[in-house]
């Protein structure tokens, strides 16, 4: 099953709100993003980026708790870019070519 992940009918700055964020919350939330600087929106965007990966991360040891860090490198790639161009990356059993 798909989640529905931009609100319906919805034009100009509203196309881009989540369906499960009100109208409400998204004006404020991009009036917030409206008033940081470049540098604090990219600082923004690096942490819940990093919190993202971690995230992941947790997901996948969750999944394989004795996988070896490679191992969840080469998951984590896989989440990320999928098979084909983790394989490439870390080699079909998920360690760096040697």
Request: no cysteine.
């Amino acid at each position: 099953m798909q989640s529905q992940r931009i609100a319906p009918h919805e034009s100009g700055a509203d196309a881009a709100r989540p369906a499960d964020t009100s109208p409400e919350a998204w004006h404020r939330l991009t009036e917030v993003w409206s008033s940081m600087t470049p540098a604090q929106r990219a600082s923004l965007a690096a942490s819940m980026s990093l919190a993202v990966a971690s995230a992941a991360r947790a997901g996948i040891q969750a999944d394989e708790p004795h996988a070896s860090l490679s191992r969840i490198r080469f998951l984590l790639a896989e989440r990320r870019y999928g098979t084909e161009l983790a394989t490439a990356a870390f080699g079909a059993n998920g360690r760096w070519p040697q």
